[in-house]
């Protein structure tokens, strides 16, 4: 006993003198203490020895000697020797800390009572290893070469929940690799804050659950990290993830790359579910079925760095619907405001960026670039639910009467049937319906209300209206009962304009239209069975202010850019939709570089360049251009359904179209192309005059042929192409507009109820009518008035202006200045209105109109060459004026002073012209003579019209015209 203690003294005196390191070994691990640091060393009962506050049982020690190794306090070191590790320990901290090892298993539990930081410092090599450290305050743990196989679990699991920073030594390549078949969480796991630092290498091998895996947050700076495969998530964490510098490569893993959850319990201010990008470049790889890139919970930011995400797959179909396979998802919000994002997914169905929120992509101080390529393909996919015996869920679709008679169904109803009620047969109110689509049924669309019933359910229901007062009585307007299906399929019904009268009780009959307009279920692209690929996804709003975005897809049904509002406001946006559209279960499906409800454009530049198949370049409820750059080329051919044909459109609309500024250029190539379509109204400019350059063309054929006759009166096989064409008013007000087709059929702007031009200056030259107005389903109007602005009309094979009004006022010259020919000859016409009596001048603008007879050597109502109450002198010449081009013939009054001059690009051969200018009188003398100058002084020259010249006509013996105003 007497000679332990002599030897602990000595040793101890030793130390102190050399100012070197006393090493008390226990098994395989050193506890080493700076002689400075060593003090007093207590022996007792010949067992134990104190040192530093640590307790050693001697019958443990292994081994006491004194060295010169330096120690760093609050430092652990293990080194990895194939089948045993070795461990040192820092005497300042040998007190906090229990080290057990068993064999290269290493266990390390920090005492709560440590105060202090402790940097564990991992090296060397195993393949049945392991290092397990828990505690309750922050730690380091340091990769200095470190490469480590656990057939049985983690090899690196850090049970401690504070911030744990992960120093990648500079240099070094470290490498971890897990067992399979095991229950832990990943290969590097982290109950804490997890900060990977430092400039070596990582790699990680998860074989049996996810690569890294962290409780909660994860950030990244400087080092490089490979995730090289996962059983499940490359990366899983919590709270949120953050990358400042260095590179993160994830790829063979099972399920999402990178995956951000919120933490379990929530209260964490940190608890943001983020992920975050301002530098570095983060690559990643997803090839599962419906996995994603990256997957936050919360906000998705992008501020700087490189985004690269690769991606294949499929989808996933259950009960409950479809899963995606997703580039980057955010449960939330998608903000890009520097750096680069690369994309491409071609998974079926694949989504690029994808927010149930919003999406935002600006540029603030750093360059922004995204790259969206979403190629994979789209279809219809069935549930994978279980099979059962009841019917499943279906919809009933109704459609009112129209206000005339006959059998079809309607598009805005009559009175009788303002609204719609579903009631059970006992009397029972169901719903009011005001869920609607619209289904097409060759030029016809028919809106449809409908109730979705969800389950089988065979009950008698009908449908009734608000009560309707009709001379004095106040009738029930309902219609005859009807029973729910039980194949569960969808069922199409018409209410006729046929009913029957009971006392104050008015019966509608009900026609089964299902066959017509496809009974099978209802489904889009999001719902139901079908699916598709699309670039930029976001399920509130995207904007887009600033950077550069660049989206192509390919895949049937697919959209560059999709979410409820679109705007953009600045950067350059580049769109390449090619894919081909589907019909599923009777609605149609098409591929689109904007898809949204409302789309708003007030700078940037758009270019969209579409090809495939009846493609739309954009497509939205209500579409209004503000600024900016609007560019749609698109080359789509058509459709042919089993019971409709479908045609490329370039900007198409729901509802309203408004081009109040900006350039817009449209051009359409594809068979029966339509330029700009809007299903209610179209505007151009605004009230004060201004307003966009607009040019439109469209070259394509007629796609396929129509039909007469049917239920509806008529129905479609195909269509001609159009450069504008609009189901509600058109009214111009403003800008510059340049409208040219080439082929049969195509006309230049075409209204189903009228055309009103306030301002602006706007040329057509069509093959077919230049402007064309007809009653639309209302059976009213088909009007043109031209009360301002200028406008030139050239149509190479059919009138210029045509309106099918068949009354009074159909075309009305108000204020504006209007030049309308045809070099086709006749009987086609500058003005057609069935009756020259049906043109008014209510203004002081200027007419002047060339072509074949009014009113088609007849027509409707003869051909009068008489106005009514003309606001100004007018004349129809009913003699041939052949009209040369290269001549500028000046219509002036008997002392010579010019009302207006205008010339032809070709020769026209006109047998009735309408000759109307501001100043003419009735019952004054004018003439129209020509020169072959072009005259240079005039207030406005355009396409052929030239308004305050000055220039004057010369007599020649091929051409003079003297009149006396009417």
């Known amino acids: 006993m007497k000679r332990i203690q002599l030897f602990i003294a000595a040793l101890a005196a030793t130390a102190t003198l050399m100012a070197q390191t006393l090493n008390v070994q226990v098994g395989q691990v050193t506890y080493q203490f700076p002689a400075a640091q060593a003090g007093e060393m207590v022996y007792a009962d010949g067992t134990t020895l104190t040192i530093l506050n640590k307790v050693f049982t001697l019958s443990e020690v292994t081994r006491m000697y004194v060295d010169t190794t330096t120690v760093t306090d609050n430092s652990v070191s293990v080194v990895y020797q194939d089948?045993?590790?070795?461990?040192?320990?820092?005497?300042?901290?040998?007190?906090?800390?229990?080290?057990?090892?068993?064999?290269?298993?290493?266990?390390?539990?920090?005492?709560?009572?440590?105060?202090?930081?402790?940097?564990?410092?991992?090296?060397?090599?195993?393949?049945?290893?392991?290092?397990?450290?828990?505690?309750?305050?922050?730690?380091?743990?340091?990769?200095?070469?470190?490469?480590?196989?656990?057939?049985?679990?983690?090899?690196?699991?850090?049970?401690?929940?504070?911030?744990?920073?992960?120093?990648?030594?500079?240099?070094?390549?470290?490498?971890?690799?897990?067992?399979?078949?095991?229950?832990?969480?990943?290969?590097?796991?982290?109950?804490?804050?997890?900060?990977?630092?430092?400039?070596?290498?990582?790699?990680?091998?998860?074989?049996?659950?996810?690569?890294?895996?962290?409780?909660?947050?994860?950030?990244?700076?400087?080092?490089?990290?490979?995730?090289?495969?996962?059983?499940?998530?490359?990366?899983?964490?919590?709270?949120?993830?953050?990358?400042?510098?260095?590179?993160?490569?994830?790829?063979?893993?099972?399920?999402?790359?990178?995956?951000?959850?919120?933490?379990?319990?929530?209260?964490?201010?940190?608890?943001?579910?983020?992920?975050?990008?301002?530098?570095?470049?983060?690559?990643?790889?997803?090839?599962?079925?419906?996995?994603?890139?990256?997957?936050?919970?919360?906000?998705?930011?992008?501020?700087?760095?490189?985004?690269?995400?690769?991606?294949?797959?499929?989808?996933?179909?259950?009960?409950?619907?479809?899963?995606?396979?997703t580039s980057v998802k955010s449960d939330s919000n998608i903000v890009i405001t520097g750096g680069t994002v690369t994309v491409n997914n071609a998974a079926a169905g694949g989504k690029g960026l994808s927010a149930e929120g919003h999406v935002t992509i600006n540029e603030n101080d750093t360059t922004t670039i995204v790259n969206i390529t979403a190629n994979g393909t789209g279809g219809t996919a069935e549930n994978a639910g279980g099979s059962s015996t009841t019917t499943g869920s279906y919809k009933i679709y109704v459609s009112v009467p129209t206000s005339g008679g006959g059998m079809g169904p309607g598009g805005s109803g009559n009175s009788a049937w303002s609204s719609i009620y579903l009631y059970k047969s006992d009397g029972t109110l169901v719903e009011q319906l005001t869920k609607s689509v619209s289904k097409s049924s060759g030029y016809t669309t028919t809106t449809f209300y409908y109730y979705d019933f969800k389950a089988s359910d065979n009950g008698t229901y009908y449908f009734q209206a608000p009560d309707y007062t009709s001379r004095g009585t106040t009738y029930t307007i309902r219609s005859v009962t009807f029973s729910g299906p039980t194949t569960g399929e969808d069922i199409y019904y018409s209410i006729n304009n046929n009913y029957s009268t009971s006392g104050s009780v008015r019966t509608y009959r009900l026609t089964n239209v299902t066959n017509t307009y496809d009974g099978s279920s209802d489904t889009d692209e999001e719902n139901g069975t079908a699916y598709n690929a699309i670039g930029i996804k976001a399920d509130v709003a995207m904007a887009i202010s600033g950077g550069t975005v660049t989206v192509a897809n390919s895949g049937s049904m697919s959209k560059c850019l999709k979410a409820d509002t679109v705007t953009v406001s600045g950067g350059v946006v580049t769109l390449k939709p090619s894919g081909s559209m589907l019909v599923v279960s009777g609605d149609a499906s098409y591929s689109s570089g904007i898809k949204t409800k409302e789309f708003v454009q007030t700078g940037g530049q758009i270019e969209i360049t579409a090809t495939g198949t009846a493609n739309r370049g954009v497509t939205a409820n209500n579409i209004t251009v503000d600024d900016g750059t609007l560019t749609v080329t698109n080359s789509s051919g058509g459709y042919k359904g089993s019971s409709d044909s479908y045609t490329a459109k370039g900007l198409k609309a729901d509802a309203k179209v408004a081009l109040n500024g900006g350039v817009i250029t449209i051009s359409m190539t594809g068979a029966g192309g339509k330029g700009i379509k809007a299903n209610d109204t179209f505007t151009q400019g605004t009230a004060d005059g201004n307003g966009p350059t607009l040019t439109v063309s469209t070259t394509g054929s007629r796609f396929g042929s129509s039909s007469g006759g049917g239920m509806w009166g008529g129905s479609s096989s195909g269509g001609s192409a159009k450069a504008i064409k609009v189901m509600g008013a058109a009214t111009l007000y403003g800008g510059e507009t340049t409208v040219t087709t080439a082929t049969d059929g195509a006309e230049g702007l075409e209204s189903k109820t009228q055309v009103i031009i306030n301002g602006g200056r706007h040329y057509f030259k069509c093959y077919d009518d230049c402007i064309n107005a007809t009653k639309g389903s209302n059976n009213v109007s088909g009007k043109m008035f031209f009360n301002g602005g200028v406008t030139v009309c050239w149509s190479t094979g059919n009138d210029a202006v045509d309106s099918n009004a068949g009354t009074s006022g159909a075309i009305t010259i108000g204020d504006g200045a209007v030049l309308a020919y045809t070099s086709k000859g006749g009987a086609e016409e500058g003005f057609d209105c069935d009756n020259n009596s049906y043109i008014q001048i209510t203004g002081k603008g200027i007419g002047i109109s060339a072509g074949g007879s009014q009113g088609g050597g007849g027509g409707m109502g003869g051909s009068s060459n008489t106005i009514s109450n003309a606001a100004q002198g007018y004349y129809f010449s009913t003699s041939s004026l052949n009209y040369t081009s290269g001549k500028y013939y000046t219509l002036a009054d008997a002392s010579g002073n010019n009302l207006v001059t205008y010339s032809f690009p070709t020769d026209v051969a006109s047998r009735l012209a309408l000759l109307t200018a501001t100043g003419m009188v009735k019952g004054s003398s004018y003439n129209v003579k020509y020169s072959t100058t072009e005259p240079t002084d005039a207030t406005t020259a355009f396409h052929g019209l030239y308004l305050g010249s000055s220039a004057k006509g010369e007599d020649h013996n091929d051409f003079k015209l003297d009149f006396t105003a009417q």
């Open 83 to 325: 089948t045993c590790a070795l461990v040192r320990v820092a005497g300042n901290v040998a007190q906090y800390v229990d080290v057990a090892v068993d064999g290269a298993h290493v266990d390390i539990a920090q005492l709560d009572a440590l105060a202090s930081e402790v940097t564990y410092t991992l090296s060397g090599s195993s393949s049945d290893g392991a290092f397990l450290m828990s505690g309750s305050y922050k730690a380091t743990v340091v990769l200095n070469g470190l490469t480590l196989t656990n057939p049985n679990g983690a090899p690196v699991n850090i049970q401690n929940g504070k911030r744990i920073e992960v120093s990648i030594k500079s240099g070094t390549v470290n490498t971890l690799t897990d067992g399979t078949g095991n229950t832990q969480k990943g290969c590097f796991v982290s109950k804490g804050h997890t900060e990977f630092k430092g400039k070596g290498t990582l790699n990680v091998y998860g074989l049996a659950a996810n690569g890294i895996w962290s409780k909660e947050y994860v950030t990244v700076k400087n080092c490089t990290i490979n995730v090289l495969s996962a059983v499940k998530d490359g990366l899983n964490c919590n709270q949120y993830f953050a990358m400042e510098s260095g590179e993160l490569t994830i790829k063979s893993v099972g399920d999402d790359a990178l995956q951000i959850s919120f933490e379990d319990d929530g209260t964490d201010a940190e608890d943001t579910g983020a992920f975050t990008l301002t530098g570095g470049t983060l690559d990643v790889t997803a090839t599962a079925d419906a996995a994603k890139g990256i997957k936050a919970a919360g906000n998705v930011y992008v501020q700087g760095g490189s985004l690269i995400v690769t991606q294949t797959g499929n989808i996933v179909t259950d009960s409950t619907g479809i899963s995606y396979p």
